[in-house]
């Protein structure tokens, strides 16, 4: 390879450098723009590098013509054969050219832009283009890779420190990793606004919600309420009143969780906030199955249900359908509640809450022994007691309540 490549002009190295930066395969356009090179020139130093064996024959692609290196190895030879003060010169030609080119496709490019820039020495500008891929990959629900590109933001100097470790920390409770989850809402408290500490205070206690530490999560809840004033958001101050009321109902304190529920219904009926309207419904709904008043739980959790299909936001739509799930198995229709529970674990999939899939791969179980299917059932209890298991023994240690969500 090294002899083939002193064989190569001057001019041609150049293109050469600049197509094993961009990779395997690469345009005429892209490849023009980083080796800055005029289009003749460009265009004759592809057809001698292809006459060579360097490249395979172009193809048309999108009104480009593409083009490959013959081997992946001729190509990771030529970048190591590339001095590395050419290297970032030309991964940042190409981050610019990138950038300059993708208009409307930019948010899907801009781990590609990022990369280039880190690659070039430039952390500013990857971190901005890393952060910019993980809120379009956050938006897909491709959550991996969300949290891989809000991690390199901040690897890279993003200056909204707080705001990556707050989006990092929710990422990692979806996934179940709630030791590092947690280490990240810590960060983010103390880097946080005074005014915005309540926000994070509300996600913190949520996280010992899921962990079953009752007291806890009451703790930070209470804290979360006590900074509401800084806020002044009716919508957030119901929802810290809703999850208030789960934890005493929890800890089987209805009388305080009933008075917290209705508490949180008034100011959710009275403001905007739909998020707050869905879970207000739903934890009246919760409660009233508590209590034996099946017919005044799907009352309200049918009322959830149709609030939360108005909002992006899968979690309403997911707790809701599970709820009512759970209320029409105790009443014989088993039937009914094993579509809504099936819809519920859909969501869920494509949402990627891994304790709540566990959950409700568990009442699905249950659903299906009851109706006569033990093979089915049997398939979904070992997912349920997998996920469960890798959850459970996170951070080295058990936690058993982990295993006990049912409903929420």
Same mark, same amino acid.
């Given at each position: 390879?090294?002899?083939?490549?002193?064989?190569?002009?001057?001019?041609?190295?150049?293109?050469?450098?600049?197509?094993? &930066?961009?990779?395997?395969?690469?345009?005429?356009?892209?490849?023009?723009? /980083?080796?800055?090179?005029?289009?003749?020139?460009?265009?004759?130093?592809?057809?001698?590098?292809?006459?060579?064996?360097?490249?395979?024959?172009? /193809?048309?692609?999108?009104?480009?013509?593409?083009?490959?290196?013959?081997?992946?190895?001729?190509?990771?030879?030529?970048?190591?054969?590339?001095?590395?003060?050419?290297?970032?010169?030309?991964?940042?030609?190409?981050?610019?050219?990138?950038?300059?080119?993708?208009?409307?496709?930019?948010?899907?490019?801009? @781990?590609?832009?990022?990369?280039?820039? %880190?690659?070039?020495?430039?952390?500013?500008?990857?971190?901005?283009?890393?952060?910019?891929?993980?809120?379009?990959?956050?938006?897909?629900?491709?959550?991996?890779? @969300?949290?891989?590109?809000?991690?390199? +933001?901040?690897?890279?100097?993003?200056?909204?420190?707080?705001?990556?470790?707050?989006?990092?920390?929710?990422?990692?409770?979806?996934?179940?990793?709630?030791?590092?989850?947690?280490?990240?809402?810590?960060?983010?408290?103390?880097? /946080?606004?005074?005014?915005?500490?309540?926000?994070?205070?509300?996600?913190? !206690?949520?996280?010992?919600?899921?962990?079953?530490?009752?007291?806890?999560? *009451?703790?930070?809840?209470?804290?979360?309420?006590?900074?509401?004033?800084?806020?002044?958001?009716?919508?957030?101050?119901?929802?810290?009143?809703?999850?208030?009321?789960?934890?005493?109902?929890?800890?089987? $304190?209805?009388?305080?969780?009933?008075?917290?529920? *209705?508490?949180?219904?008034?100011?959710?009926? +009275?403001?905007?906030?739909?998020?707050?309207?869905?879970?207000?419904?739903?934890?009246?709904? &919760?409660?009233?199955?508590? %209590?034996?008043?099946?017919?005044?739980?799907?009352?309200?959790?049918?009322?959830?249900?149709?609030?939360?299909?108005?909002?992006?936001?899968?979690?309403?739509?997911?707790?809701? %359908?599970?709820?009512?799930?759970?209320?029409?198995?105790?009443?014989?229709?088993?039937? +009914?509640? $094993?579509?809504?529970?099936?819809?519920?674990?859909?969501?869920?999939?494509?949402?990627?809450?891994?304790?709540?899939?566990?959950?409700?791969?568990?009442?699905?179980?249950?659903?299906?022994?009851?109706?006569?299917?033990?093979?089915?059932?049997?398939?979904?209890?070992?997912?349920?007691?997998?996920?469960?298991?890798?959850?459970?023994?996170? !951070?080295?240690?058990?936690?058993?309540?982990?295993?006990?969500? &049912? $409903?929420?």
């Amino acid at each position: 390879l090294l002899s083939r490549l002193s064989r190569v002009g001057e001019a041609d190295a150049q293109i050469l450098s600049a197509a094993s &930066v961009i990779g395997r395969s690469f345009s005429f356009e892209t490849l023009r723009s /980083a080796s800055a090179r005029s289009e003749d020139e460009t265009i004759d130093a592809l057809e001698r590098l292809t006459r060579q064996g360097f490249f395979r024959a172009p /193809a048309a692609q999108d009104g480009d013509l593409s083009y490959d290196f013959s081997h992946e190895k001729l190509r990771a030879f030529v970048y190591e054969e590339t001095s590395a003060a050419r290297r970032s010169r030309l991964h940042a030609r190409l981050a610019e050219a990138l950038a300059r080119s993708g208009g409307r496709r930019e948010s899907a490019i801009a @781990a590609l832009i990022g990369q280039h820039y %880190r690659l070039a020495g430039q952390d500013s500008a990857a971190a901005r283009y890393f952060n910019l891929a993980g809120e379009r990959a956050k938006a897909l629900r491709a959550n991996p890779e @969300a949290l891989a590109y809000f991690q390199a +933001a901040l690897a890279s100097g993003h200056p909204a420190a707080q705001t990556l470790h707050e989006q990092i920390g929710e990422l990692l409770t979806l996934a179940g990793a709630y030791s590092a989850a947690m280490v990240s809402y810590q960060t983010a408290a103390a880097l /946080a606004h005074p005014a915005h500490a309540p926000v994070i205070e509300h996600k913190i !206690g949520g996280l010992y919600l899921r962990l079953g530490a009752w007291k806890l999560a *009451e703790e930070h809840f209470t804290a979360a309420a006590e900074g509401f004033g800084q806020t002044g958001d009716q919508g957030l101050l119901a929802r810290i009143l809703i999850d208030l009321s789960l934890a005493a109902h929890r800890q089987e $304190e209805d009388v305080e969780a009933e008075a917290l529920a *209705e508490q949180a219904l008034q100011l959710a009926g +009275a403001g905007s906030d739909r998020l707050a309207l869905a879970q207000a419904y739903n934890i009246a709904g &919760v409660l009233a199955a508590g %209590r034996g008043d099946f017919a005044a739980a799907l009352k309200h959790l049918h009322l959830s249900l149709e609030t939360a299909e108005q909002l992006d936001d899968l979690s309403p739509r997911i707790a809701a %359908r599970n709820n009512i799930a759970l209320v029409l198995r105790a009443q014989g229709e088993l039937q +009914a509640a $094993e579509a809504l529970t099936r819809t519920a674990l859909e969501l869920c999939l494509s949402q990627g809450d891994r304790h709540r899939e566990a959950a409700l791969r568990n009442n699905l179980a249950d659903l299906l022994r009851a109706a006569g299917h033990p093979e089915e059932s049997m398939a979904q209890l070992k997912s349920a007691v997998s996920i469960f298991a890798e959850i459970g023994i996170d !951070g080295g240690s058990m936690e058993p309540e982990i295993w006990k969500l &049912v $409903e929420w």
